[in-house]
């Protein structure tokens, strides 16, 4: 069983930086593809970034392309999302999630992760 425990989240002005942290109890933390997501009331979870277990490959939801940054620290076991340039659509809550090993399958889809985190509000006031 892998637990992850996200920090980070908060209230912040529109246009401003937050860093969302996920720390993972896996032993082959290294091994798991990790994945950011988002949900706001009344609205289908979304990824808004993933990392492959290599760190090879990199997803972003075009909403937050440019804005967004997903990066993992296997010796610390923790993923990591920077947040730049905040918006108020980019509110609701976020959770991390874990997929186990899966060679070179990429997915951003929410049905394809096995392990999830209670998710951290952030809140961006205009």
Known sequence: QVQLVESGGG????????????AASARSFSTYTMGWFRQAPGKERECVAAIQWSGGRTYYADSVKGRLTIS?????????LQMNSLKPEDTPIYYCAARGYSGSYFSHESRDYDYWGQGTQVTVSS
């Open 72 to 80: 993992r620290d296997n010796a610390k076991n923790t993923v990591y």
């Open 11 to 22: 209230l912040v002005q529109a246009g401003g930086s937050l860093r969302l942290s996920c």
